[in-house]
């Protein structure tokens, strides 16, 4: 398969020496039989035009040594292209157009897919992803319920099919006396881009920042490494341990400016001196979707307000939710299996707590698992962007179509000459692929553009004491891809329609130019018609 | 198409050339003559079909191509078979005796 793409390449571009070499090939056996009929005693004038009427025609011999070595493929492509960009650059008004039209349907629909990505298809940026779960109790009317502390702990230390429990306690914002203003930043985000300022929610010294709390296992059972100092370890999430905090990278940033010597040095949250371990790396989530400013142990919740050591000891109330990482060879349903066992030993210990119903294990290996009741949503929203783009390219197919009109009297032109039917598909094909593409290029930017705005720039209107929205949108090759395909793919569709018709041509009339007959049949067009439904189809939707 | 004396099936002129080659690396003129010889004068493969039918062979990579001198000392576009080359001779010398063994059959009972 390699080979044979070297091969063509080949061909491709040392033509030169390859035609050279065809030559000398094909005259070699012609030469050779003419000396073995002057051997046979002809003369050499007779000899000379035997030979060549055995070999056949020449010409055409050489010919399907150039199609036999697939040369020819690449070559009918690359002037199709280059004949589409100098009929492109001829009308570029009409160009431009149909790529800007082109350009935001693509654009939305990487924007769409790339947040589809990221919530759903990204793993996590943690150790083993594929493996991560989450474990959630099913209380009464919720799936998703937190558990105890005391019962965290227990299933910590009797599960078997996970081979480590964190808790994620959630988070709460806490008050600090002693930092600089965090609203005293010049204005940026969607204020800077509108041109106008949101109103800061809060002002004053005493900033509340959000503070999620975590289990001293947690760091290490995500694999992440600090950016300074250290992160938490399990010694750290005790009642009687010194008071720490792990500041996220970017609060580290923002407020420090990075500066090391952060590490080792006193905060005072809820008036208790904490002692600064370590950072996080900037943007980094953990099983979150969204940033905090600081990371503190669950056993330091009462500390920092929120509840009490005894609510935090007691078996009644939801501490927060559990994540393991599954066993080699552990399957969800093992894992869920053996945890219910431990949930009934915890029933019948303490009958007095209703909290202890079964638990549930599903996979946490992306920010969100799509259930069969957000399906639908999902569905019908990639399905409102793939209809933007659809309008797009109708839009674009009918100018391509009105453009078709002028451009039958070359088509019939070319037919007449000999060209193929197939050929001049073919090359009306790759102007239109020539287009979307374009588009793709310019909608590529325009989607970042977007996702820049939506994601960044808005959530960094968001008061720092919300925690900031956090999701991965870097264009990556999976993106680049994906808006490729959809160029590609517009390029197809909406140059299909416009390209059959301009080959349904009648050659005289076409070679005459007669006009008037061109107005009828357009006129007549399906494709119109086909647009005002998809129009009238669009209005009615946007009307409800 | 290609033979001018007899007829030859579809497909057989590469099984032909494979087998040509199998004996020793040539050129295209005497790939023709040796078919021509060991036919006793049946089979004649006219040199506009043999040099295409060359061409998708060495792409496919059944065959490689490398410039040599001829015995009368000209520079001629030797052919010799590759290891694909030769497995593909293998498999397709068996197809088609049991082919043959097969039209055979069905001619001697019918």
Known sequence: MFSDVVFRFRGLFRRKVIESELDEELQFPVERQVEKYVQDGMSREQATLRARIDFGGLELAKEECRDARGVRLFEALLQHIRFGLRMLLKSPVFTATAILALALGIGVNTTVFTVFDALVQRPRSVKDPDHLVGVYRKAQGQKRGAFSYPDYIYYRDHSQTLSDLAMFGGGTAVATPDLPAVGSEPASGVGATFGFRLPQLLQGSAQPLMCFFVSGNYFQLLGARPAAGRLFLPEDDQFDASPVVVLSGNFWRSQFHANPDVVGSRIHLNRVAFTIVGVTPADYLGTGSSLPVLWAPIAAQPLLGDGTRESLESRDAGAGIVYGHLKEGVSLADAEAELNVLAAQLRAAYPEIEHNSDVWVASERAFAHINSEAWPIVVAAMGAVALLLLI???????????????????????????????????????????????????????????????????????????????????????????????????????????????????????????????????????????LIVLVHWRLCESGR | MGVQRMGLPQGTLDLLILRTLALEPQHGWAISERIQQISSEVLRVQQGSLYPALHRLERRGSIKARWGTSDNNRRAKYYELTKSGRQQLEVEKDAWEKLTAAVAQVLGTA
């Open chain 1, 392 to 530: 797009a390219c109708a839009n674009v197919a009918s100018l391509l179509l009105a453009r078709s009109a002028a451009r039958r009297r070359e088509v019939g032109v070319r037919l007449s000459l000999g060209a193929s039917r197939g050929r001049l598909l073919q090359q009306l094909l790759v102007e239109s692929t020539l287009i979307a593409l374009s588009a793709g290029v310019v909608g590529l930017p325009l989607a970042s553009w977007t996702l820049h705005l939506l994601v960044v720039e808005i959530s960094s209107a968001i008061p720092s004491y919300w925690g900031a929205i956090a999701l991965q949108v870097a264009p990556d090759v999976r993106i680049l891809s994906y808006t490729v395909l959809v160029s590609l793919l517009t390029g197809v569709v909406l140059g299909l329609t416009p390209a059959l018709r301009t080959l349904r041509v009648d050659l005289s009339s076409a070679l005459k130019n007669n006009g008037s007959k061109l107005g009828q049949r357009l006129s007549k067009s399906q494709l119109r018609d086909l």
